[in-house]
């Protein structure tokens, strides 16, 4: 049900406490791991050989089309959108469009920090540069984490967390991996860079807690432990 606000929330509500769940010890030790995931998926010949698998008999005419809904749904104009929704979340009215709006939001607040250092700190080519490697190379480039992967699963991933139980929601985790399979099928990233878009994407969002109806009754928002964190 769509809520007239009386009085303006501001647009940071519960920011620090979605910071303390993403900057735990907790969270940072989860990170790790994922980051040593995707140095064994590099460093084993993995990535390449999972690019190469996928261009022998995956991609076709038919991959690229759908390809190219994933990759829009990634783009960076979608922060726009999200900041958009949140605004008047917080300050015009308030319904279930712009609330999960507003968490895709906070979540691309918490989640892009970890994001953009991953992507610079760690370096990597892309599978279509001129000397294509998945390696490490440390502040060479910017291209070890997804951002396509990142942006493209945050919506789904809260969309998921508001269904619940619900029969949809295996569809809308599926949808999580939309995003960053393009960035595969189009020769952008590897497997493992597209793995670490995800897994920022999914601990970002368990960091904010978006419970859908549970929030719209002022249920309990706190992390989902079953959630990808």
Request: glycine share 10%.
């Amino acid at each position: 049900m769509s809520v007239l606000r009386s009085h303006p929330e501001p647009l940071f509500r519960g920011t620090g406490d979605h910071w303390r769940r993403q900057y735990s010890r907790r969270s940072f030790l989860k990170l790790g791991a994922a980051v040593a995931v995707a140095g064994a998926v590099i460093y084993s010949g993995a990535d390449q050989a999972a690019t190469r698998l996928h261009d022998e008999h995956v991609r076709s005419r038919s991959s690229d089309r759908l390809s190219r809904v994933g990759y829009e749904l990634g783009q960076r104009p979608w922060f726009l959108a999200w900041v958009g929704l949140a605004a008047i979340d917080a300050w015009v009215r308030s319904n279930a469009l712009t609330r999960w709006g507003r968490a895709n939001f906070e979540a691309m607040c918490v989640g892009l920090p970890i994001l953009w250092t991953l992507q610079r700190a760690l370096g990597a080519d892309r599978p279509s540069a001129d000397q294509p490697s998945p390696r490490w190379k440390p502040f060479a480039t910017e291209h070890a984490a997804s951002g396509h992967a990142f942006i493209g699963a945050v919506p789904w991933f809260n969309a998921a967390r508001a269904a619940g139980l619900h029969r949809w929601r295996p569809l809308l985790l599926m949808g999580t991996t939309l995003s960053g399979w393009s960035r595969l099928n189009d020769r952008k990233h590897y497997l493992s860079q597209v793995w670490l878009g995800w897994f920022i994407a999914g601990q970002a969002t368990n960091a904010v807690g978006y419970r859908g109806a549970a929030n719209e009754s002022g249920g309990d928002t706190a992390p989902d432990p079953k959630e990808p964190s």
